[in-house]
């Protein structure tokens, strides 16, 4: 059963980059690997998903190492708009889905 | 406008009183799926399907029930809710098993439920 793990919180200030890393070490082999994002009192929004090594769209980049036991996020730039609760999200037994606890991202100006 | 619809937005019961929280997608979306988030243990999944008439159980099932006899309506029902149901209640389609395949899920609004 996959199970991924993050950090619970994180702290940055306006401009700085943000890498949020994530491991998933029991991920299946055709699985994606997908992040969402989440304001307070509003549903999760999806950011990114990929498969292996780098993934980069208008908000943000994704890595994932050969082994795919781990990926990160990476946000560029943060401004305060970007303080949210972050996902990982793996598949669980079956076609289950697993999100994580999510990250806290905290930004300060 | 593409969306996912949940009613009610908002619900107070008292335990043991039968409820349903209705959910609708207008994308035509084969795969829907409720969740559960819950301060400190995140998001967690209740029910999905795959398609009409399929169903399966998420990550925390117990006490829910689910059907699916339309594509896009999935309804979760509490036949006897207990206060420990109360939580934020999200409904979420895709167009495929998102786990699989390399699409997103949209999420509905929430639906915050309380049980005294």
């Known amino acids: 059963l996959a199970k991924t793990t993050q950090p619970i919180s994180m702290d940055s200030y306006e401009g700085q980059e943000v890498n949020i890393t994530c491991s998933h070490n029991n991920i299946a082999t055709n699985d994606y690997i997908t992040w969402y994002q989440q304001f307070p009192s509003q549903g999760p929004r999806f950011i990114i998903q990929?498969?292996?090594t780098k993934v980069t769209n208008e908000v943000a980049s994704l890595f994932i190492p050969a082994d795919r036991k781990s990926s990160t996020l990476s946000l560029p730039r943060v401004s305060l708009s970007d303080t949210a609760v972050y996902y990982c999200?793996?598949?669980?037994?079956?076609?289950?889905?697993?999100f994580g606890k999510g990250t806290t991202l905290s930004v300060s100006s | 406008e593409a969306q996912v619809t949940q009613n009610p937005r908002y619900l107070i019961t008292v335990t043991g009183k039968k409820l349903t929280v209705t959910c609708s997608q207008n994308m035509n979306h084969e795969y829907m799926s409720w969740y559960r988030q819950d301060p400190g243990l995140g998001l967690r999944q209740i029910y999905y399907?795959?398609?009409?008439?399929?169903?399966d159980k998420g990550d925390v099932p117990e006490g829910y029930k689910v059907s699916r006899k339309e594509k896009r309506n999935f309804p979760l029902i509490l036949e006897s809710p207990s206060p420990n149901q109360t939580s934020l209640y999200f409904c979420?389609?895709?167009?495929?098993?998102?786990?699989?395949?390399?699409?997103?899920?949209?999420f509905g609004p929430g639906t915050r439920l309380t049980v005294t």
């Open positions: 399907s795959m398609n009409v008439e399929v169903t």
């Open positions: 990929g498969y292996k």
């Open positions: 979420a389609s895709s167009l495929l098993n998102p786990g699989t395949s390399n699409y997103e899920q949209y």
């Open positions: 999200l793996a598949r669980g037994a079956g076609t289950a889905l697993i």
